[in-house]
């Protein structure tokens, strides 16, 4: 079996030799740079027996993409992606030639397709979207890992119930953003963290009961203010200085649902002493910290809850879109110094 | 009601109007000195209503006492004993005199006596101790604070399965040393860090299948070599280098029961960077980390299964006994130096 769009051969629609990607240049010391970072004309292969072609629309910048670019991941026995390899996430695009019987010339499917506009691989690495549930997009957000991811650690890991306190850091990024709306879906307090007075403006208007200015000289006086008794959720996405302050303002017994550490990631290193502080609030609080894979720990009603919600409005998630994977770059190195609201897309 | 043993008036085994006790003389800074505590006369009450007056015969010495020394405990608010306070800690002694209907003169007791050789106050208090279950001791190692601690963390907080592998930090420590035990008894291997090759030799006697000693050159791989394919639980007593080492040779989604900081409470502090590597190993891991309070968290059947363990030969504990509480000072100091194996008891 073999499909090609009516336009193929080199047409903006049909099957293509080349495509453009994003490849790694130099590892980051620590902070990422645009410089580490380059597109590229590579060669596309047309799909063997099983496989597609996908012409890539929209590419998802996600914050956990830059531990791939180390040359172990997170220290432990993972390697990263090669110098010259192509960056890895998550894309949506069009299957333009197929020889797969799962999917036909035309179908909107999602999967991780890396940065780059055109991408050869297995049918079954794919997932078929229903357009009818929304913009291709939300299959990037909402309906994508970062709803996936919050919706694991949020409910899942956390346990979140209704009458009790979430912290959530990173609140203006997507995962943060939509771990507290589904706390505030639940029945829950929201209180976010943010770099900034607009991002914490937007979150507030997303239904966050507060979100507080880490960079606010009064930081953890004003968590504390806005936590009374304490919380009993802290999702991380951050690690560092801001998880510190947050399990400080942790009630006895909460738990920490561990999604990421962004700072971490960007080498802020702590200060001397800082570990046993950690270690201290950790031990007197009681506490659970709870690190978790979305892969492994999502479960099966992820999903429907999270459409249902989408549809009744209860969950939303900004983008911030830039045009062109030449784009790319620079708009990852501003999200992970955080510059960017929301869900960060390329389109292609 | 009013009891007195035969001999009262100031006699041996009578009731007394004073007691010696150990008293805070200056906060440790960082490692506790001898000098930071004092032996002194006080005077001690008769008994009211509902009260018993006890000679104390044992007294615990426990490494978490050292919390109580700082101003503020752990940096959280609650606050330390004040400069001339007697040092708390678990003690069996012999009721010599009660105005209480549930103790007579002559029961042997357990309970929060302090570092002191004469007590009075509430009977209800205190533990009445059944003689033919062992040695009055017992009630303050594998039947006392420590066993149930040892039980709460191995069992009710990390759930240690048969083949699994635990690693148990402080291991020639009394709560150490019965943690391993208990791994053991329920099937699981026990791989024990200490000290010094001579309290690593008494921890393998103890049932344990491998002690690796903290302060050889080649620890962190002797460690990893000890735990082929990594260990499922991490029981810590100590924090710092010492956890990271074992938090790095977790499995993916290992447990660790967080008992205590010994390392911590010392003032060892962490260098920089520590923090992200520690927050890294939870994140990579997939690692649950789980402080928890013996008193919250265990179980009723703790105490039925821990004299089950004793009685079938299972769970053995070496005592430290000093004599005197004059020798106390130097004894604790040695302790939390990491001087001493099994329980540290003053027979006073």
Chains 1, 2 share one sequence.
């Not at 702590?270 to 720990?297: H, N, P, Q, W, Y």
């Not at 249902?308 to 770059?329: C, F, M, Q």
């Amino acid at each position: 079996m073999e499909q090609q769009s009516a336009s193929a051969g080199g047409s903006d629609s049909g099957p293509r030799d080349s495509c453009e990607a994003v490849v790694l240049v130099s590892r980051p010391h620590q902070a990422l740079v645009p410089a580490d970072l380059r597109l590229e004309v590579q060669p596309l292969a047309m799909p063997g027996e099983g496989e597609v072609q996908v012409a890539v629309r929209f590419v998802s910048l996600e914050p956990f993409t830059r531990l791939f670019l180390d040359e172990v991941v997170l220290g432990r026995h993972i390697p990263g992606i090669p110098i010259g390899g192509v960056l890895p996430g998550a894309g949506v695009g069009e299957v333009v030639a197929s020889r797969a019987d799962a999917l036909q010339v035309g179908d909107l499917v999602e999967g991780r397709l890396g940065w780059r506009d055109g991408w050869t691989g297995p049918a079954a690495s794919l997932r078929k979207l229903d357009p009818s549930l929304g913009a291709p997009q939300t299959a990037l957000g909402i309906l994508g890992l970062p709803g996936l991811s919050a919706y694991t650690g949020m409910v899942t890991v956390a346990g979140i119930a209704a009458g009790e306190t979430a912290i959530v850091s990173s609140a203006a990024g997507a995962v943060g953003l939509i771990a507290g709306q589904i706390a505030r879906a639940r029945g829950a307090r929201a209180v976010g963290i943010a770099g900034g007075p607009e991002k914490c403006a937007m979150v507030v208007a997303h239904g966050f009961d507060a979100c507080i200015d880490y960079r606010a000289p009064d930081f953890e006086a004003r968590l504390a203010a806005a936590c009374p008794g304490g919380a009993q959720v802290y999702f991380d996405n951050v690690g560092g200085k801001v998880a510190m302050a947050a399990y400080a303002n942790l009630a006895r017994g909460g738990r920490v649902a561990l999604c990421g550490l962004l700072s971490v990631y960007q080498g802020e290193v702590g200060e001397a002493g800082d570990l046993g502080r950690f270690m201290r609030l950790i031990m007197s609080g009681g506490l659970i910290v709870k690190a978790f894979s979305t892969v492994v720990d999502c479960p099966p009603e992820a999903l429907p809850d999270l459409s249902r919600w989408l549809s009744e409005g209860l969950i939303k998630l900004p983008e911030t879109v830039v045009d062109g994977l030449g784009a790319a770059p620079a708009a990852f190195a501003g999200m992970l110094g955080g510059a960017i609201q929301g869900k960060l897309i390329v389109r292609v």
